[in-house]
């Protein structure tokens, strides 16, 4: 099937371009063209008055359309998830799970094998490019909203789970202090990609697992320690080092905008990702959910527990986006590599992911810049109108 997008105001991933059309052909980008007077053997679509840009991608979501990873989810809760996500130009993302059980971990992971069978249909399924196992080998002194009973030592067996390469992206996420430098080189050795979060971990503590291969930083700011005049933390470690990523929460409730526009100036240009950590609240008209017995209810935005506790988030990308320009301040195009590119090269598929141009993925989002709403994506060159 050969599709034509026109009229729209591309964004190729590094510029602008009026005037012209993309072509797709067999889930891939064909070309960039003038905008032609035939469409000779295409299925056009008319983009007039949206920005046509690379897909987003988010390596952290929990939950959404009313479905949460963690709770023995299906294969058609995980497709809810990713056609919730789909509304808002999430193309690409990493289910992610909120440390649980050693079985819901198999599960999990005998799931996202399942999902990577019909990638490449037409289904949002091909969204998922892999998963997130965010714990449980994190530290309850900053556990947030992780059940303190699932929180524990390295499981036997876990290397291998967690690591094993039909899996697609494996991200997982540890704090440094409980697992040690030997677990992150070995998850490394086997192909995964590694973060930090949840850890009360010191500035050396991090060095040291940066040195082990320690790739990013999960939610920056959020449940780690803060940068002080004498001990810089976590938060002063992830700023001080060019060559790992950072993702951030930007809903505005997570972090201060003075806080994430001091942290992107820091780090080099690329480092700084947009994530959601989306809960189940994400594209449902029910906005209360449980998880792990505890009900979590969004209210004007905000994920929290009864006690006010901040709890995930009810954001999405496109609301990211919106926020990056509108809250921030930084400039669209710089906002969109920050939910494209940038997440792109952190999970090493920036080779066929994060740009419009030939070759790569037709994986694209098509929205309104006045309203910031989706109107429409393709994944793997699969259409869908919202």
Not at 159 to 170: A, F, I, K, N, S
Not at 222 to 243: C, F, I, Q
Not at 367 to 380: A, C, E, K, Q
Request: aromatic share 6%; glycine share 12%; with cysteine.
């Amino acid at each position: 099937m050969k599709q034509i997008l026109m009229h729209a105001r591309l964004f190729d991933g590094d510029q602008f371009h009026a005037g012209k059309a993309v072509t797709l052909k067999d889930g891939q980008i064909d070309g960039i063209i003038d905008t032609p007077g035939s469409l000779g053997g295409y299925e056009p679509y008319d983009l007039t008055g949206l920005v046509l840009a690379p897909g987003f991608i988010d390596t952290q979501v929990n939950g959404g359309g009313g479905v949460m990873l963690n709770g023995q989810t299906d294969l058609e809760g995980l497709e809810r998830m990713a056609d919730a996500h789909r509304c808002f130009g999430t193309t690409s993302m990493l289910p992610t799970l909120i440390s649980d059980s050693w079985s819901s971990m198999e599960h999990v992971a005998r799931l996202i094998r399942q999902a990577h069978r019909h990638w490449g249909e037409n289904s949002s399924l091909s969204a998922v490019k892999g998963v997130h196992f965010e714990g449980p080998y994190l530290n309850v002194d900053r556990k947030g909203v992780h059940p303190e009973k699932q929180l524990r030592a390295i499981d036997d067996g876990a290397l291998e789970l967690m690591t094993h390469p039909d899996l697609g992206v494996r991200l997982i996420t540890v704090a440094p202090e409980k697992v040690g430098p030997s677990f992150i080189r070995d998850c490394v050795s086997s192909g995964a990609l590694v973060s930090s979060g949840h850890t009360a971990a010191g500035f050396q503590e991090i060095a040291t697992a940066l040195r082990a291969g320690l790739r990013g930083f999960t939610h920056l700011f959020n449940a780690m320690t803060p940068m002080g005049s004498r001990e810089p933390g976590v938060v002063g470690a992830a700023l001080d080092d060019p060559d790992s990523w950072c993702g951030l929460i930007a809903d505005g409730f997570h972090v201060h905008p003075a806080s994430m526009r001091n942290a992107i100036r820091a780090k080099p240009k690329g480092k700084i990702m947009l994530v959601t950590d989306a809960m189940a609240s994400v594209g449902a008209e029910k906005k209360s959910f449980t998880l792990n017995g505890t009900t979590i209810t969004a209210k004007d935005g905000r994920c929290q527990l009864e006690d006010g506790t901040i709890a995930g988030s009810d954001l999405s990308m496109i609301g990211a986006v919106r926020n990056g320009v509108e809250l921030l301040g930084l400039p669209l195009p710089e906002v969109l590599r920050m939910a494209s590119r940038y997440p792109a090269q952190f999970i090493r598929m920036d080779t066929s992911l994060g740009s419009v141009a030939p070759g790569f993925a037709a994986d694209l989002v098509a929205f309104d810049p006045t309203t910031w709403t989706v109107r429409h994506s393709w994944i793997n060159g699969f259409h869908k109108a919202h």
